[in-house]
């Protein structure tokens, strides 16, 4: 049971450049999200999803794109990097909104933008 | 939009209980969610109060109040590997039930 996989852990970007994170999940979750963390700032929502071929924008949506073609896959683009992307990056998938299930998380991709 | 607040950083002694308080404000609550994060790791799920009252979890206990806005979690016989973030995040029934995350409370645990 793998739970969240994201793939970089690590990542070192030239600014300008793109790229995506990927994340998979394999538990059958419906709702799946992408967070940022930076130091004093907490998690905040970039993009989220509610099930296949849904999306929608979070709190910090700009110079990011996703999809959700399928169940398991929620990659995060980035379009042209820069400094300010500088941060670690969460996937999240939860089964659904409203009960109380948590959200299970990745391990993380750690992203610097030079 | 929602706002929540929780102390930066908390200071306590292995062996005794400490309370990590959280306050919010948001239309349409939906539920409160309590996560630990270790330094470099991913949160994990703690806890989830939707009605009002105490919810016991071994060491851990999270408390709601609705009307007051507030929540905490109390965990006690601290050990050093409760060093650790705790986060708290609130659902609502706006923006498709995606939580929002507080600041996180950072918990030093010394001998």
């Known amino acids: 049971n793998a739970g969240v996989t994201q793939t970089p852990k690590f990542q070192v970007l030239k600014t300008g450049q793109s790229m995506t994170l990927q994340c998979a999940q394999d538990m059958n979750h419906e709702y799946m999200s992408w967070y940022r963390q930076d130091p004093g700032m907490g998690l905040r929502l970039i993009h989220y999803?509610?099930?296949?071929?849904?999306?929608d924008q979070g709190e910090v949506p700009n110079g990011y794109n996703v999809s959700r073609s399928t169940t398991e896959d929620f990659p995060l683009r980035l379009l042209s990097a820069a400094p300010s992307q500088t941060s670690v990056y969460f996937c999240a998938s939860s089964y659904s909104g409203r009960e109380n299930y948590g959200y299970t998380f990745g391990s993380g991709t750690r992203l610097t933008v030079v | 939009g929602q706002n929540i607040d929780q102390p930066t950083e908390m200071t306590a002694t292995e062996g005794a209980i400490v309370q990590i308080n959280c306050t919010y404000q948001?239309?349409?609550?939906?539920?409160l969610f309590w996560y630990q994060q270790h330094a470099g790791e991913a949160p994990t799920f703690l806890s989830y109060?939707?009605?009002?009252g105490l919810e016991e979890k071994g060491r851990f206990s999270s408390f709601l109040s609705r009307s007051k806005g507030y929540s905490y979690l109390l965990l006690k016989e601290l050990q050093m590997k409760d060093s650790a973030s705790y986060l708290c995040?609130?659902?609502?029934?706006?923006?498709?039930?995606?939580?929002?995350f507080g600041r996180g409370t950072s918990l030093i645990v010394h001998p």
């Open positions: 948001t239309s349409g609550f939906n539920g």
């Open positions: 999803s509610v099930g296949a071929g849904i999306t």
């Open positions: 995040a609130v659902r609502s029934r706006g923006g498709s039930y995606i939580p929002t």
């Open positions: 109060n939707v009605l009002d």
